[in-house]
RNA sequence: GCGCCCGUAGCUCAGCUGGAUAGAGUGCCACCCUCCGAAGGUGGAAGUCGCACGUUCGAAUCGUGUCGGGCGCGCCA
C-alpha cells in the first residue's frame, strides 16, 4: 500500500484545504520528492499556490494548513520549510513496506491502470523494404518496442503495427536492381545506374534467382535499353543530369514490366519477401515483435485509397489544378496545399497514407501514435487536417518524433543512405555492441534528443555501458540468493521482519522502490521510456552502495532475512524495468 | 526566407506542467577487497544552465528577441 502513501498525502492536503480556505478547494494538490533528505519525503508547495490567490503570507497559510492537516499513522513529522513548504517525514514503516508489496506483487509490481484498457496502436520503424535496416531505424525500434511495453505496462491495450511500403516506385526500383544484376549474371550486362541501389545483398537476390529459376528472366541488354534516354556523365550533379537518371531507371523500369510481363511480378515479390522477411528476422532478434505487418498496397486493393479521396472530395475537401488532384490542407493549419493524385493518375505517397489512417480508426483505435523520424515533422500537419477534413478527432493521434542517431566511426560521420550502400546495418551493430547494450543505449536518452552513436566506443568499452551496472546489481542479488541458506524463502521473505532494517542506505532503497510506480505512469504519460532507464541506474547505484556497505548474510536471522527480503524486492524491480526495455537479467555475468 | 527541434561540468546527457544549495555517467585526483561478485564502493576538484530583456514571492524551466547547431519546406517515399 505504499504506492498510495503519496495519495493518502493529498487527501491529507486536501482535507486541510478545505477547512482552511473552502472557496478554493479545487486547487490541484502537488507534492513532489524533495532533492534532498534534509526535506522529507515529500513536499506540498500548496500554501505558496494559495498566496497568489489569497494574497497572504506563505509561511502563515502553511501554519494555517498545518494545523489542520488530519493525523496519519504513516507520517512521522510534516513541517514547515523554506518559503512556505510542508514538508512530510514518513515513518520508517510506511517506507518499508513497499518491500512487502514489490514481494507479493512479483512482476505486477508497477503495473499500472491508467491507460483504462483502452486500445492503442503504435506504429513505428515501417521502413520501406528495400534494404537491410541501418542504426537509425534501430532507435525507432528500440524506441517503439519499449514504448509499446510500457504503454501495455500501465494499462494499455497496445496494438504493435509495421507499415510496410509494398506499393510504391521505391519497390519498382529495388526490382529492376535486382533484375540488372540478375543479368548481369548472365553476361547480358547493363550500366548500373547510380540511383539504383547498390547494395550487396541486392547481388544476393539476384543469384537466388538464379539458384531458383535459372534463365528463366533473361532478356537482352539491348532490349532492356531499347528506348531509354541513358546516363549522363557520373560526374554530372547539376538539375538536368538528376532528372535523367531518374527518367533512365523509370524508363528501366518499364522496359522490365514489357518484357517479363507476368515474371515482373514474381521479381517485385521476390525482392519484397526476401527483404521484408529480412527486415522481419533482424527485429525478432533484436527483441522487437509485432501484431501486424500492414500492407500500402492492400489500402489499393480494397479501393479504400480511392474512397477515401471521394470522400475529401465530396466534403470540398479537393480540388483539381493543373491536371492534379489537391487536397485544400492549408484550411486545416498545413503551409500549402497537397497533391493526393498526380496528373498521371497515380495517387501520391499521401493519399494512400491518408486512407492508413481512416483505416486505424476505423479499426477502432482510440488512440493513435506514429513514430517518425524527425525529418518527417513537417508531415505531421497534412495528416493531422486530413483526419480533420474527415471528421475525425485529430488529437487521437500523437507522432512522436526519433531524432537520428547519428553513426560516428574513425571520428567520421558514417553515411546512411540506402541507395549507396554504405551504412552501418542494425544487424552488424547488434553483433558487435550485443542486444542488450544496443537496446539500452538507444533508449538513455531522450527519444527527440540527437544521438550520437559511436560504434567504436560502443564496440571497445561495451563494458562500461550503463546497462552492465543495473545488471550487475541483478546479478549480485542472485548471487546471494543462491548462497542463502534457506529452504522455504518465499515464505520466509515473506514473513521477514522489515523493523529491523534502520539504516539509511535500506530506508533510501526502500524509498526508491516505492517510486517506481510513479515512474511507470510519468514515462507513460510523456512516451517517454528513457525515464525508466534513469531510473534503473539510480535503483542500481542505491543497491551497490548499500551492499558495499553492509552485509547481507549476517548471523542476526531477523536480520538477514529482512536485508535479504529488501534486495530480493530491489532485484524484482531491475527485472520489471528492464523488461520493459527489452533487456535481459542474467543472473551471473 | 518560413516552420520544428536542440544549446546545462572537459565529454555524453538527465532535470523543463516554475520551487529550496542545478544532478548522473565518463574523464581527472586520493582512497576501499583476511568480508555475500571490485563490471563495485567512498571522498575531491569541475557550472555566466548560449546571450539579453521580460513575467513574479521565486526562472535551467514560462514569454519575446538574439546568436550558434540540426532538420524540414516535391505531382519523392
Redesign the pocket.
Known sequence: MTHDIKTHLADLMRAALSSVAPDQADTAIVLER???A???DF?C?LA??L??SMKRN?RDLAKLLLSEIPKSPFVGKAEI?????I?FHLLPSAKLEVIRSVLAQGKSFGRSTLGGKKKVQIEFVSA?PTGPLHVGHGRGAAYGASLANLLAYAGWDVTREYYV?D????MDILSVSAWLRYLALYGEDVLFPSNAYQGDYVCGMAEQMKIAHGDKFVRSAKSVLQGTPGLPENERTDDGAKAQREAQLDALIANAKGLLGEDWNYVHSHVLNEQLEDCRSDLEEFGVHYDVWFSEKSLFDTGLVERCIQRLEKAGHVYV????RWFKSTAFGD??D??VQ???G?Y???ASDIAYHLNKFERGFERIINIWG??????IPRVKGALAALDLDPDVLDVALV?FAILYRNGQKASMSTRSGEFVTLRTLRQDVGNDACRFFYV???S?????FDLDLAKSQS??N?V??IQ?AH??V???LA?WDEANVEATLAEADLSCLDNPHELVLAARLGEFPEVIE?AANEL?P??IA?YL?DLA?GF??Y???????VDDLALKNARIALATAVRQVIRNGLAILGVSCP???
Open positions: 524533495p532533492k534532498q534534509a526535506h522529507g513536499a508547495n505558496m499556490q498566496a497568489r506563505p520549510a523554506g518559503a512556505g513548504f514538508n520501406n511500403n506499393a510504391g516506385r521505391q489544378q493543373n491536371g492534379a503551409e500549402k497537397r497533391v498526380r496528373d498521371n497515380l501520391t505517397y499521401f524527425a525529418d518527417h515533422h513537417g508531415y531524432q538513455l536518452r531522450k527527440d534528443q540527437h544521438l550520437d563494458n562500461e550503463p552492465y551496472y550487475y546479478a549480485r542472485c548471487s546471494v548462497q510519468s517517454a528513457h525515464i534513469f541506474k547505484a551497490h552502495s551492499y558495499n556497505a553492509e552485509r547481507m548474510l543472473q551471473s555475468m
